[in-house]
């Protein structure tokens, strides 16, 4: 049998050892002493274990958590690596392995389109002008002065005008010495060798060519609201900001939205709220990187469609009522002033387009940015937020359905639910009854902190791991007679303690309780069913679907085999799996970055056939078989009914 | 000699009398003891010797205040009638006479414009649709049903589309059982079959056919603001009303007002003064005709720039200031909201295209309205407001200037000064030194009531009567020696009573001033000098001015010997001068019926020469020289010549 040394560099000096080849790295470590955390037990879950093998190769049973430079770089899964030839491995110090994991999340993530120009397809444009100031001689009004430079130095024929600009223009020219700087959203016009643009904004002096131009992307979603600020010009997203809609407190899903809208005075309330929030979103990445909100030139919004008229102050209830019709698939071009935003008052503000009552352009958007409107494999989108849509189709055709999950796996109508964001425990792993730290969590925490709450990835992640070991029933009921302190009856019943007060930020236990598995339960289940449905409906067998594409604001590393665990997702091969983020803020995202997009998303839209889950009856009879972990019909699960075997 | 019988029917029975041919009817009326008014002293001035001739035929010496209705119904002038044959004469009460010289002042005047077709022009539609209701098997939206039933039932393709209409579409659609009324502005865009569209206001129901669609036409002058209430269909001004501007409490012209604008907060209240008079005036004419403001859907607003300017809350300072340039003079296209109008708020908004800083669509509007810029012949129009604007040409050549006559020809600014409505002394008739009743005044009152003040024809009226018979000499001095009461020392110096408290409604003397008179006289005598200055600008004499058209709101029956007498306008023949009454109102009614004058407006305003007297060191000279009644050179006045000499 061959024999292989292992030499690990860590902050202590260590000997090499020697261990057969075949031999788990893992197991080498312990051989030589070197601690390695393992918090998912060896099952190559959490990649805690990760280190960097520097000279020599191995084979990796599985690379889950790494990225390809990772890979390339030599990082592996202690657990998950066999050794095969002599090794050097470098153990890193535990927190550079976290940063590496858990860095910010979106920001990183967003790809500024392949060859993006902003000449070429950006309609905002900034231009440096010089007038001729008037005389005795040209006493042309400052209006058609403005004019004539544009068209003259770039082309531009200006049309329409605000008086906002209008009471601006005067004094802006004569203060600046006629050198101004103007904004101009553009557009093409058949059989019209200028562009036509509308005067935005003009600067006094001559703005730096390299200073950026700012859009945001907004997604309006019923639960979270994110705000992107991107350069129009580079197309870089600088930053991002979420938060939870301020609506919430007014009904935690759109239908009792709308019913609160209709009340008197309840659509004001409603405008007021959304755009509480969006305005303090855009001080905040504004205040970040130290610009003025009224620099903000262009704004992208998706959302679905009561989001859309809710944030408009457009009569919802025609949404909710059968035949559950819109008032406005296609919504107009608004500008900031009219839509309450605090950017610049006259900054287009495109509201994108959606299919029906239930699909909006949160989902034209996710079907553009993911690509798959363009994909010639059969393809699933769902796009899970508090309305779970639900796409199926190709480049060929497209059919989509909405069902109504809530609002728990973006962290909200849970006890201790919270945002992705710093303080929340994304993912966790439990020791199995038959080891010594049975039914013990393991977790790991955004940013490294002290955790606050658990964000959708982590309750998605906690729901699989009680399923696993036990401490939760197929039926979703709590195990009490579990001999551990962390299952204990709470003040709302039945709860498993995830974190003890010791470890937390604010002192006090984080739960998780049977109202929130609930919750989580029944959420999963309608977006399950609605999935059943769509495919149903177009004959689909899960089988023949390519590939399940996940967008969603549950955050990005959302683990794929605990998502299907819990029966959230199918029960099919984890590459056919891709988490996309949120794809309804990228989508606005190559919206305003892009003058073609808006028709495109046109386009996708007539192209998606939509059905109605709340007119179809075989919609109840799958939420109700999808109300169990992981489903009633074990059989559909096959992976999931061999972990069980394994944990318990 | 030719011996003629005159009979008379009147009320008392009076016999016929025998009168040589060649005499005078008035002459004959004495002989026949019939008694009847002539306030002139029979030089044919004042209309009110009328009688009507039924039988026989007259030869007229003079039709001064008649009509040609009038006179081909026999109307004549007593004392400017030639007896040639046996004729029978009726000679109505006082009071008839009286409705037919001063009813109704303008509605009346406004011709709809010869073949006037709504369909044809009129951009404003109204539209009865029938929607199929939505049903499950026919989810589209609100908004797409609506704009298929506008493409499919009246050709027209939606385009933009307000939050105000959308927030309004659901329930009305709804409410009304989808039969609804659409009001839309349309035009036509090159290369497209349909009528391009914007949607403007949604009525439940269908409204019926015949019922008006409204439009307001707008002049905004320094001094006066007129509203003109139109049906768009018929095309007809179904009723008006006027008031001074309230700008006038910060500023009585322009540069005052611009002055006060420049201050802090100085441009906001510039803006809510005029919308509060034309809100005001609104108000008035809607509940006149007791329709709401909210049906008015289509405003047209002529005015000078800077009133244009401060209309729209839009910085005026550089007017002001050389090299005088406004900051647009192509307006654009606002809502009635954004423009603060108290009528629907979707409503648009045309403020009409002007020339340059102080000569705007009042302007345009006018040489539009008077046909200026069609006719073959040297035409001079004169635009008397507070500022007197001028243009002179024809349809090859047109050139303009404006200077400034501050408010006196509109009664403000002036002691006793009113604007020409009811209880405004519009005429004036002062018997010669030498008659019995030496220096009384005989007047005439619109409306037929005790007098209230003088209005601006009424002024002119009394200044020139003052001169003729030397109450004021050349300079504008009131002679204080003359042996009458009315010319006495009052609080503001010397002046001249025109009506005693005992015949006034407040019971006050009605008097003019010295200052009155001095304000007056600057006031032609600015209108004078630039009359002046433009003809000399291009080389033409008074001589060879074919004619002579007069805008203004001084009222429509100024008397032209009278203006003459003042020097307000040159010593030419009577019948070389038109008064048009308010050309800006009338162009601006034009535009209101007829998307096509937009156009022609912007056409005119391009084809029109500016001259910037401020630059133009020839017109102060030319107005010192006007500072005299009626002006410096008489050989320039030799008509007044003779009247002078005739009564001194």
């Known amino acids: 049998m061959k024999t292989c040394e292992v030499t690990f560099e860590t902050s202590d000096e260590v000997s090499p050892v020697s261990v057969a080849a075949g031999a788990l790295l893992s197991d080498a470590a312990i051989l030589a002493g070197v601690e390695i955390n393992e918090p998912c037990g060896g099952q190559g879950r959490c990649g805690r274990c990760t280190v960097q093998v520097v000279s020599g190769s191995v084979r990796r049973r599985s690379t889950v958590r790494l990225t390809q430079d990772d890979i390339a770089e030599g990082h592996t899964l202690s657990c998950q690596t066999v050794i095969t030839e002599d090794i050097r491995v470098v153990v890193q110090p535990w927190g550079k392995i976290e940063r590496r994991l858990t860095t910010d999340r979106v920001v990183g993530d967003v790809q500024v389109p392949a060859g993006y120009s902003a000449k070429e397809v950006q309609s905002m444009r900034r231009i440096p002008l010089n007038l001729a100031p008037p005389s005795m001689d040209d006493q042309t009004d400052d209006w058609s002065r403005l004019q004539t430079a544009l068209r003259s130095e770039a082309k531009i024929e200006l049309s329409g005008l605000s008086l906002g600009l209008l009471r601006q223009m005067g004094p802006t020219l004569r203060e600046s010495g006629w050198a101004v700087t103007a904004v101009v959203d553009t557009w093409e016009e058949a059989g019209s060798a200028l562009l036509k643009g509308r005067l935005q904004a003009l600067y006094p002096g001559h703005v730096p060519e390299e200073a950026p131009l700012w859009g945001i992307a907004v997604d309006i979603g019923t639960t979270t609201v994110t705000v992107w600020l991107v350069d129009l010009l580079s197309g870089k997203v600088v930053t991002q900001a979420s938060e939870y809609n301020g609506q919430i407190a007014r009904g935690e899903d759109v239908i009792s939205r709308i019913v609160y809208a209709t009340k008197e005075g309840g659509s004001k309330t409603m405008v007021d709220l959304v755009l509480g929030t ?26 679905n469609p009561t989001m859309m008229h809710l944030f408009l102050g457009i009569p919802a209830q025609s949404i909710r009522l059968s035949p559950y019709v819109p008032v406005v698939n296609q919504l107009p071009m608004v500008t900031g002033a009219a839509a309450g935003l605090m950017i610049n008052p006259e900054a287009v503000v495109d509201c994108l387009p959606g299919v029906a009552s239930y699909v909006g352009s949160d989902i034209t958007a996710g079907v553009l940015s993911s690509g798959l409107s363009e994909m010639v494999e059969n393809t699933l989108f769902i796009d899970v937020g508090t309305n779970g849509e639900i796409v199926l189709g190709n480049r060929d055709w497209l059919i989509t359905c909405a069902c109504s999950a809530g609002p728990a796996f973006e962290g909200a109508g849970v006890t201790h639910g919270m945002r992705a964001t710093k303080g929340a425990i994304e993912d966790v792993w439990i020791a199995g009854g038959h080891s010594a730290k049975a039914y013990e969590p393991t977790s790991r925490v955004i940013g490294n902190v002290r955790p606050i709450g658990i964000c ?44 003890w007060g010791s470890e937390t930020e604010d002192r006090r236990d984080i739960v998780i309780t049977a109202v929130d598995i609930d919750n989580l339960k029944r959420a999963k289940a309608a977006i399950f069913a609605g999935f059943n449905v769509l495919a149903a409906s177009v004959g689909v067998e899960f089988e023949s679907i390519d590939q399940l594409l996940i967008g969603g604001s ?58 109605e889950l709340s007119a179809d009856n075989s919609f109840y009879e799958a939420f109700m078989s999808a109300s169990f972990l992981p489903h009633t019909d074990l059989d559909r699960f096959p992976s999931v009914e061999a972990a069980v075997e394994k944990h318990q």
Chains 1, 2 share one sequence.
């Open 456 to 499: 959708g990835s982590g309750l998605i992640s906690l729901l699989a791991e009680m399923f696993l070991t036990g401490i939760v029933d197929k039926g979703g009921g709590i195990n009490l007679s579990l001999p551990t302190p962390r299952v204990r009856t709470g003040e709302h019943g039945p709860e498993y303690v995830v974190a």
């Open 554 to 611: 549950f955050g990005k590393y959302i683990n794929v085999e605990k998502a299907v665990q819990i029966g959230l997702l199918p029960d099919l091969p984890t590459d056919k799996f891709q988490f996309l983020g949120n794809t309804s803020a990228k989508g606005a995202y190559y919206a305003l970055l892009d003058r073609n997009i808006r028709a495109q998303l046109t386009q996708i839209a007539s192209r998606m056939t939509y059905l």
């Open 278 to 303: 969006i305005n303090g979103l855009i001080a905040a990445v504004c205040a970040e990187m130290k610009i003025s909100p009224g620099d903000i030139q262009k704004a992208s919004v998706a959302g």
